[in-house]
């Protein structure tokens, strides 16, 4: 069974940073972070699979987010920087336990708040 714990939000000027945290139980097959603004559609932001260190990002974010986990600490990772007013959104960690579902486990959300 997997569970998500996430942490990290919060209000941050254009062009600076922020990391989310995602605590998790049990073995993922895979896990992302997803996000979804007022008015739209959840969104993919970026997705790491069991076993390797290289994520997929949506273009929107590539070059600026970075994805990673630490299996020790049983946490994943969401690395934001030179973030834009349209990062604004409730970023949610998720996680699969099978290639055959889609992400199904979520965490309670996180809110990133971009400013000028």
């Known amino acids: 069974q997997v569970h998500l714990v996430e942490s990290g939000g919060g209000s941050v000027q254009a062009g600076g940073s922020l990391r989310l945290s995602c605590e998790f139980s049990?073995?993922?097959?895979?896990m992302g972070w997803f996000r979804q603004a007022p008015g739209k559609q959840r969104e993919k932001v970026a997705l790491?699979?069991?076993?390797?260190?290289?994520?997929y990002y949506v273009d929107s974010v590539k070059g600026r987010f970075r994805i990673s986990r630490n299996t020790s600490k049983k946490t994943l990772y969401l690395d934001m920087t030179n973030l834009k007013l349209e990062d604004t959104a409730l970023y949610y960690c998720?996680?699969?336990?099978?290639?055959?579902?889609?992400?199904?486990?979520w965490g309670q959300g996180t809110q990133v708040t971009v400013s000028s």
């Open positions: 790491l699979a069991s076993g390797v260190l290289n994520g």
């Open positions: 998720a996680a699969k336990l099978s290639r055959e579902v889609d992400f199904n486990i």
């Open positions: 049990g073995n993922p097959y895979s």
